[in-house]
């Protein structure tokens, strides 16, 4: 005799459908429509808890991926907002790029002004100076030749 689940003592279907009852005919016929009953309300049990369990698991699978869908979602926003920054941030650089670049042009621009103001200061102080028209005559005495 198999172990049955309610208790070691009691019989199984099998059991009792392998039992021969060779002084009551219709024992044998009690023990078929019983088997057939009873394994009608136990696939019908057995296909009730399959249902639910697997309406259960269903939904157990359902709410495990709807998590994992709102984990994503929340992935796909964070990686959306650090596109938007690196974008922004793109941007940033390129704008500090063109401050530099033209902070360069206006020191180049500042640096030409005071060499001209350094040479401008030196000629007023130097006591030999003449003016412009003195100095262009001493560089090209050819053409201040002809001139006069």
Excluded at 18 to 33: I, L, T
Excluded at 112 to 117: G, M, P, V
């Amino acid at each position: 005799m198999e172990d049955s689940p309610l208790s070691p003592d009691f019989p199984t279907f099998q059991d009792l459908q392998d039992q021969e009852f060779p002084d009551c005919s219709a024992g044998n016929s009690f023990v078929n429509q019983l088997d057939a009953t009873l394994s009608f309300k136990t696939v019908n049990s057995i296909n009730s808890i399959l249902k639910n369990d697997s309406s259960i698991w269903l939904t157990n699978q359902e709410n495990s991926l709807r998590k994992e869908y709102r984990t994503l979602t929340k992935i796909n926003e964070m990686f959306e907002k650090v596109n938007d920054n690196m974008d922004q941030a793109a941007l940033n650089l390129q704008q500090f790029s063109n401050t530099v670049e033209q902070t360069d042009q206006l020191l180049d621009v500042w640096i030409n002004i005071l060499s001209q103001s350094i040479h401008t200061q030196q000629l007023f102080s130097d006591p030999l100076w003449q003016g412009s028209s003195a100095e262009k005559q001493r560089k090209n005495p050819v053409n201040n030749e002809k001139i006069d």
